[in-house]
């Protein structure tokens, strides 16, 4: 039994049935007159039933016709509803994406912007993995990673979601009223530093400087280490040495006097953040609207 012709046939039966006309219900199928009356004959052939009476003015359904139009036209109907469903649910946010990024560009730029996006998108999830290393996202299944300009892959899409990024230099008051502020960054390796563990750099990060086009990597010491931001920053605030931090997470405790800053002009601004992903990932529209959100927009 062909199932797909006796599907189609009764498609072509339940336009004609409904709408009384060979002509009509062609131009609905998209299909000849004549095509569609060779369709209904056949099926009643094969039915062994008539299910249209035809005459020069109209088409109407027998006793057995009706019939099967009650039983195959609300059946069609529900079909057909589903189908739209499923195209809207296709073209509907929904769903998990899942990005990986430090913890700078995770609390500075993904947080504020997933905040202002998810309640107006109930039906998507955000997943923010907070990883230093230079994760292979395709390996990982992520969607998207966070990392400076200069650090994507050719090979990747790139979108800016943040302006250039400055660091700084900071102490407490308490911490500066026992030793003297740095003129130079070699001065840094007679101050007690923060130090910041990275796996990437396989071990103590060096704090990066440039003036006049001179670039120095400083490789400090100190009694501590973290990994995390936002504990250098609270050692720095209570007074237990130098931290080498984003601009933006000390000005509000220098502007408080809390920190000082020390060779602001050793810090220049870099490229900013860029949200990466492969150039071959389909564009889901969950994905599509958390990069319009994030793309950074001068």
């Known amino acids: 039994m062909n199932t797909s012709r006796n599907v189609n046939d009764l498609v072509a039966f339940v336009a004609v049935a409904r709408e009384r006309s060979f002509t009509k219900a062609a131009a609905q199928l998209g299909v000849s007159q004549s095509a569609l009356s060779h369709t209904i004959s056949a099926l009643e052939q094969r039915l062994g039933l008539r299910l249209l009476t035809r005459t020069t003015r109209s ?29 809207e649910l296709r073209s509907k946010p929904a769903g998990t994406v899942r990005i990986t990024a430090g913890e700078h560009a995770a609390n500075a730029i993904l947080a504020p912007a997933v905040a202002k996006l998810l309640p107006r998108y109930p039906d998507i999830k955000v997943e923010i993995i907070v990883d230093y290393g230079l994760t292979d996202i395709v390996a990982e299944r992520y969607d998207a990673g966070v990392r400076f300009g200069e650090q994507i892959a050719k090979d990747m899409i790139a979108v800016r979601i943040s302006p250039d990024v400055r660091m700084a230099v900071v102490g407490s008051p308490a911490y500066f009223s026992q030793r003297k502020r740095p003129q130079t960054p070699q001065d840094l390796t007679a101050h007690n530093c923060i130090n910041l563990r990275l796996p990437t750099y396989g071990g103590l990060y060096a704090w990066e400087f440039e003036k006049g086009g001179r ?15 936002s504990m250098r920053l609270q050692a720095a605030l209570g ?13 509000p405790h220098i502007s408080e006097k809390r920190l000082i800053r020390v060779l602001a002009d050793w810090c220049p601004p ?12 389909q564009t889901a529209p969950a994905f599509a609207l958390l990069v319009d959100a994030l793309r950074f927009r001068v």
């Open 239 to 251: 007074g237990q040495g130098l931290a080498y931090l984003p601009e933006d997470q000390v000005l």
């Open 59 to 87: 088409v109407s359904s027998t006793e057995a016709g009706e019939r099967l139009l009650q039983i195959a036209g609300p059946r069609f109907d529900d079909i057909k509803a589903e189908l739209a469903a499923l195209s």
């Open 270 to 281: 870099f490229t900013g953040y860029h949200l990466y992903y492969p150039s071959r990932r």
């Open 215 to 229: 670039e120095l990597k400083v490789r400090v010491d100190g009694q501590l280490i973290f990994n995390t931001l």
